[in-house]
């Protein structure tokens, strides 16, 4: 192994390292994002989300979106309303499920069609209680646009 | 009386449980559901006159013969348009052969955004027997006013997204409305009410 090699390989851990002190504060599970036919403008983006300490989802940016919202639906005789919301509260250690039947993220305005299997990447922003910001990043699976949703499954 | 007893058999053998009477196409006595609401006594949808993707004219007499199940919505729709469309295609293989005669119609909210390839793509993708309708923005206006369906744009940021009735609406095979399934119904639950429909027509 000459130098060079052994230089890569250390800061290949050190960013590693750095990587998972980064997201130690909030993880992000399960995400996946509802694949689009050709000419679709938006679609959603699903995850669970669970910060150590009392937090709040502030944002979520995307490359494959111009726009990126966070919405909430409820439903109220057979009505399903969709709400952008400033913000998705993230009580301490708490897992958030932002599903499709409540919090969920709009990926609004898409730079191109969102095949099954795609890698979405999706960068998320949680401020803590001492209103410190955090950056996650991650990579959503692209799943068909028939996925049933199973968390609804009786 | 033996036409009642075959007729019997027939839904027997499809493993049918909630059997209550046996009527003719011609009367409109409602049936009883296990989970969906009757709607015998409603005159919904009878006026429609929209486009299918080809651009062809569509009432609901174009879907005589079939079981027509209506839903609105729109493909910019995160959850309740591809999670209603996708139990759909689950009802209808559970169905059976029975599930030949539903016609699955999804009719857009938002026709400013979906086109007609859009949306043609957007629900064959669920199952290559859907169709999917689309008018003008006052067509869309009065076809849901006829079906007392509900939407509304709601702005968000420099784009909208739509609030609407969510619920499935069920014509037996000579146009009459028979069942509103709402959202929250499983396909299983609701392939039991489709297979009493059919219990009549």
Redesign the interface.
Known sequence: MNSNAIKTAALGLFLLGFALQASAQTQVNDAWVRATVAGQQATGAFMTVTASGDSKLLSVQSPVAKTVQIHESTMKNDVMSMQPVEFVALPAGKAVSLDPHSYHVMLIDLVGQVKEGDKVPLTLTVENAKGEKESIKVEAEARALNTMDHSKMH | MSVSLTRRQVVAGMGLFSLGLLTGCDNSVSLSYKYGKDLSDKILGRTFKLKDSEGNLTTLSSFRGLMPMIFFGF??????C??T???A??IKKLMGKDGDILQVVFITLDPE?D?P??LD??VK??DPSFVALHGTLEETAETAKEFGV?YEK?P????Y???????SYVYDTRGRLRVGL???L?AQECTEDLLTVMEVC
């Open positions: 493909t910019q729709c995160p959850a309740v591809p999670t469309l996708a139990r295609a689950q955004r086109t390839a859009v793509a957007y993708t669920f509900f709601i968000s940021g420099s784009t997204t739509l609030s609407h009735t969510a619920t709402s959202q929250s499983s």
